[in-house]
């Protein structure tokens, strides 16, 4: 375990940056002073929740240093300017039901905090504006960056630089693409007993998709595939970083292929959605620990859907469906 930690320092070094405020009274979701970090294909257990937050600004710094992350002078700037108050309502109406079990979030300092990178962020972002979804997003990187600054960034450098915008255009077409490529890619069995009990997808998968499965899920679940998104180490080329919001996708097929003997059992659409939605983000920590560890696993082996390219067969794929025939990663 000595030995990882200090692989994992020796890289957080290696990301050169100064850390605009203290990260030393950061906590973890649940209150805790470690975590489990995702750094690439590599977990590190129980190691200090500031190391979380260092990966995280080491990618912001890296994006201020080529202009292309906002700075803190920015962020100030948009809390000065004028928002729709249509907008402005529905951010303050979501904030007051985003983790009302976090003593933090959902204290007046924390709900004024989510508010302020969610106004922020719709300033910046017209086309955009606000969209539910991204309240629980914020939330999470609130939980573990020191400033609203730093949290307005990171959610810039998520939404602009890794793929996640598109997810929230007005249309929601990307948010449609990867609920139809889900239905594609779990077991064919499993996939034919959920659409002949109107179980689909949309249902249950899109507020995973859409808050980056921390509104489901426990935040220890969810920080993790944020963990793969700031850094895009998931993604297989530079080009595809700025896809990696699309690995979310394998962990959603995982989530359900898993699920496969306990849903074929069900014959009520309201069961088999109340069973995702509600027991499975209820599961042990080890369980939800293996879980994400498998779909990321699967997801670093899978190759581009384009016409041209070279289909790879992950880890692990014969027991969830991902060996059908024709079957390959299907990146937008």
Same mark, same amino acid.
């Given at each position: 375990?000595?030995?990882?930690?200090?692989?994992?320092? @020796?890289?957080?070094?290696?990301?050169?940056?100064?850390?605009?405020?203290?990260?030393?009274?950061?906590?973890?979701?649940?209150?805790?002073?470690?975590?489990?970090?995702?750094? @690439?294909?590599?977990?590190?257990?129980?190691?200090?929740?500031?190391?979380?937050?260092?990966?995280?600004?080491?990618?912001?710094?890296?994006?201020?240093?080529? %202009?292309?992350?906002?700075?803190?002078?920015?962020?100030?700037?948009?809390?000065?300017? =004028? $928002?729709?108050?249509?907008?402005?309502?529905? +951010?303050?109406?979501?904030?007051?039901?985003?983790?009302?079990?976090?003593?933090?979030?959902?204290?007046?300092? %924390?709900? =004024?905090?989510? $508010?302020?990178?969610?106004?922020?962020?719709? #300033?910046?972002?017209?086309? +955009? %504006?606000?969209?539910?979804? *991204?309240?629980? $997003?914020?939330?999470?990187?609130?939980?573990?960056?020191?400033?609203?600054?730093?949290?307005?960034?990171?959610?810039?450098?998520?939404?602009?630089?890794?793929? $996640?915008?598109?997810?929230?255009?007005?249309?929601?077409?990307?948010?449609?693409?990867?609920?139809?490529?889900?239905?594609?890619?779990?077991?064919?069995?499993?996939?034919?007993?959920?659409?002949?009990?109107?179980?689909?997808?949309?249902?249950?998968?899109?507020?995973?998709?859409?808050?980056?499965?921390?509104?489901?899920?426990?935040?220890?679940?969810?920080?993790?595939?944020? !963990?793969?998104?700031?850094?895009?180490? @998931?993604?297989?080329?530079? *080009?595809? /970083?700025?896809?990696?919001?699309?690995?979310?996708?394998?962990?959603?097929?995982? +989530?359900?292929?898993?699920?496969?003997?306990?849903?074929?059992?069900?014959?009520?659409?309201? !069961?088999?959605?109340?069973?995702?939605?509600?027991?499975?983000?209820?599961?042990? /920590?080890?369980?939800?620990?293996?879980?994400?560890?498998?779909?990321?696993?699967?997801?670093?082996? #899978?190759?581009?859907?384009?016409?041209?390219?070279?289909?790879?067969?992950? *880890?692990?794929?014969?027991?969830?469906?991902?060996?059908?025939?024709?079957?390959?990663?299907?990146?937008?």
């Amino acid at each position: 375990m000595a030995g990882r930690l200090v692989e994992l320092a @020796g890289w957080l070094a290696t990301q050169v940056f100064d850390v605009v405020g203290s990260v030393a009274g950061v906590q973890g979701a649940d209150g805790g002073t470690t975590v489990d970090l995702q750094v @690439g294909k590599t977990v590190f257990f129980d190691v200090p929740v500031k190391m979380r937050t260092e990966l995280w600004l080491s990618q912001l710094h890296r994006k201020a240093s080529d %202009g292309t992350t906002p700075s803190a002078g920015e962020y100030y700037d948009l809390l000065f300017e =004028k $928002l729709s108050p249509d907008v402005l309502a529905e +951010i303050d109406k979501d904030t007051h039901r985003t983790f009302p079990g976090h003593t933090w979030l959902s204290s007046p300092t %924390g709900q =004024k905090a989510m $508010l302020n990178v969610l106004r922020a962020y719709a #300033l910046s972002d017209p086309e +955009i %504006g606000y969209t539910q979804g *991204m309240n629980f $997003l914020v939330g999470l990187l609130l939980t573990y960056l020191p400033s609203e600054a730093d949290a307005y960034a990171a959610l810039s450098l998520l939404m602009r630089q890794r793929g $996640l915008r598109e997810m929230y255009l007005p249309d929601m077409s990307l948010l449609q693409i990867r609920l139809w490529q889900l239905s594609k890619l779990l077991p064919p069995r499993l996939a034919a007993h959920l659409e002949a009990h109107a179980a689909l997808p949309v249902l249950y998968a899109s507020s995973w998709l859409l808050t980056c499965f921390a509104a489901d899920f426990p935040l220890h679940f969810a920080a993790r595939v944020v !963990d793969v998104l700031m850094t895009g180490q @998931g993604a297989a080329s530079p *080009m595809l /970083k700025a896809r990696a919001a699309a690995l979310q996708l394998p962990v959603a097929v995982g +989530i359900v292929s898993h699920c496969e003997a306990a849903l074929l059992k069900m014959g009520d659409f309201e !069961d088999i959605v109340n069973y995702l939605r509600q027991e499975v983000p209820q599961w042990s /920590k080890p369980v939800l620990h293996d879980l994400l560890t498998d779909a990321l696993r699967w997801a670093g082996g #899978l190759g581009v859907g384009r016409a041209g390219s070279q289909c790879h067969r992950p *880890m692990g794929v014969a027991a969830t469906g991902f060996s059908q025939a024709g079957r390959c990663w299907p990146w937008p």
